[in-house]
């Protein structure tokens, strides 16, 4: 089966695995951004693991979004670089029957602190549930 790459950092499979996986996004942005205010031209790059390790049958850890990134703006003083979103959760198959190729999975993750509310950094949870079947 192979794992989704349409947006490989927010789409998880519901199989219990285990492998460790690079990902590299680069980015060009336009010399001009219309109504948008942002300096023309630039790039940015990502470099993330995303991680899975099977811990039994039906339960596995998943580190999804780890990883660092640089982003280059064609003007001085808006460039940055440093680690993104931190992810990790766990993943449990709730509904497994082999014989008829059906799963359903459930995982919990927690992203770094990304939020700043009323003055304090506030940690982002995603409850997701996943299945899939195999259709013949």
Partial sequence: MCPPMSNPLLNEMPYITTEARLVFIHHSFPSTTPGLGLPGGGNA???????RIALTERLGFIANKDGYADVDFNAPGLSDDGFANIAFGFKYAL???PEN??????????QGWIFLVAGQWRRVHHPIYLGCEYLR
């Fill in 101 to 110: 190729e059906t799963l359903v999975t459930a995982d919990w993750t927690s």
């Fill in 95 to 97: 509904y497994s029957n």
């Fill in 45 to 51: 790059n990502s470099l993330t693991l995303q991680l």
